[in-house]
C-alpha cells in the first residue's frame, strides 16, 4: 500500500506566504515515485492543476499553471514533494491536493491522491 498525505496547510494574510508537503510513504519493499502534482478546488469550482514535477531520465521539470507561475515553485525529494507559495492571493483559498505517480513491480505505475489541505488567504 502506498499512502499520500499533504500537510501544511492553513489561514494567512494576502501577500503571505506558506509551504505545502506532499509525504508519500509505502508498506512495500521497494516503489518508485515518478510524476508528482498539487491540484486545487477553490469554492464552487471544479478540481484545476497547479504544479507538476516530472521525472525524467535527464533530470527533472517542471510545469505550472499560468495563475500561480513566479509565485508558487515545487520541489521534490525522496520522501515527497513541497509546493511553495509566495505572494498569495485570495482566489488561492482553496483545498490543496498533491498526487503521486508510483510504481512498483506489482501494480506498475498507480497515481495515489492525498486527501487535501485547506489554504484560506485573507484580504
Known amino acids: 500500500q502506498v499512502q499520500v498525505v499533504e500537510s501544511g496547510g492553513g489561514l494567512v494574510q494576502a501577500g503571505g506566504s506558506l509551504r505545502l508537503s506532499c509525504a508519500v510513504s509505502?508498506?512495500?519493499?521497494?516503489?518508485?515515485?515518478?510524476?508528482m502534482g498539487w491540484y486545487r478546488r477553490r469554492p464552487g469550482t471544479q478540481r484545476e492543476f497547479v504544479a507538476i514535477?516530472?521525472?525524467?531520465?535527464?533530470?527533472?521539470t517542471t510545469d505550472y499553471a499560468d495563475s500561480v507561475k513566479g509565485r508558487f515553485t515545487i520541489s521534490r525529494d525522496a520522501a515527497g514533494s513541497y509546493l511553495e507559495m509566495s505572494n498569495l492571493k485570495p482566489e488561492d483559498t482553496a483545498f490543496y491536493y498533491c498526487?503521486?505517480?508510483?510504481?512498483?513491480?506489482?501494480?506498475?505505475?498507480?497515481?495515489?491522491w492525498g486527501q487535501g489541505t485547506q489554504v484560506t488567504v485573507s484580504s
Open positions: 509505502g508498506t512495500i519493499n521497494f516503489f518508485r515515485i515518478n510524476d
Open positions: 514535477s516530472v521525472r525524467a531520465n535527464g533530470g527533472d
Open positions: 498526487n503521486a505517480n508510483v510504481w512498483t513491480a506489482a501494480t506498475g505505475d498507480v497515481t495515489y
